[in-house]
């Protein structure tokens, strides 16, 4: 649940769906049928075949709201579905997880190595199996950002301090006295989730404007930004309308879905554009339909998981 920092972007793959796109190793949706005449008919098994489809194209939906980064997918994997340090996941159970959002087993290899010689994820030898998780030092990360990832959105009324460098300061150099998270909305001008002391290089002060003009609006919450945002929160609709799948790989699989994308937008900013931003803001839609969604897609369990692997 980490940032996404690893040197890894050739593990990139083109996973689509909604778009008529391929997506590797992902059964494509057969055009449905006309509902009433299965009922009709009493065709159980078409029923259910259809049923089938409207899943994978749920699946398929959420999985093509962005490139698909094979790495990236391990690490929301181990993220969301570890819950301790002490906890590991056997390979058999990754490549099942992975495997439903169309990753297939060679490329999960080659990520698990480069993520490995990274230092981002330890693997135990466990008889003929491995076991992998995150390092210390990936967990720690993880632990920082996951109030982000699933906790509550900051309030309009939480703090919001506005820093300004001085004209003889380097941009670079601005950036680097601001604290992380901070949005830069102008060349020297930053907003930070809360408070920050002066400094020679900069002068702070209380952000309470009476409106925020459209320019840093635009600045704070870019058009291609709220377009993804956009695009994920109708994926997520649409998973939302169906009743969630009995079978407990296919709602992992879904959850995790949901997870990487709402993971791979809302670390691309911070907590700022939560305050100031108006509540129906299109990252905050969003994130009212993903806190829906892992709500009704549940957490799996490590042992569960490892029980299901003989119906797999």
Known sequence: MYKDTA???SLAIPICGSMGRSAAGIN????????????????????????????????DSIIGCGPIKVWSVVVTVLGDVLQAHTEWVIGPVLDQLVGRMGINNQALRVALH??????????Q?????????LTAEAWAEAELVRPQIYGDPAQPTDLVTL????PSIAIHDFEAEVPAGAAIFAPRCALVAGSMRSTEACLVSQ???????????????????????????????????HTSPDDIWARSALRLAVVHHWRRLRLRHGTVQDIVLPSDWEGARAQRLVKQALARLERPQISVLESALDSA
């Open 7 to 9: 040197r890894s972007s």
């Open 207 to 241: 952000f309470a404007p009476d409106r925020l003009p459209p320019w840093v609006v635009e600045a704070l919450a870019p058009k291609i930004l709220c377009a993804e945002y956009d695009e994920l929160s109708a994926a997520v609709g649409r998973v939302l309308s």
């Open 163 to 166: 820093a300004i460098g001085a």
């Open 114 to 123: 480069r993520l490995r010689r990274d230092g981002w994820v330890e693997t």
């Open 125 to 133: 030898k466990r008889g003929r199996l491995s076991a992998h998780r």
């Open 28 to 59: 494509r949706a057969l055009p449905l049928r006309d509902v009433h005449s299965l009922f009709a008919c009493g065709n159980t098994d078409r029923l259910s075949h259809m049923q089938h489809v409207d899943l994978q194209e749920d699946i």
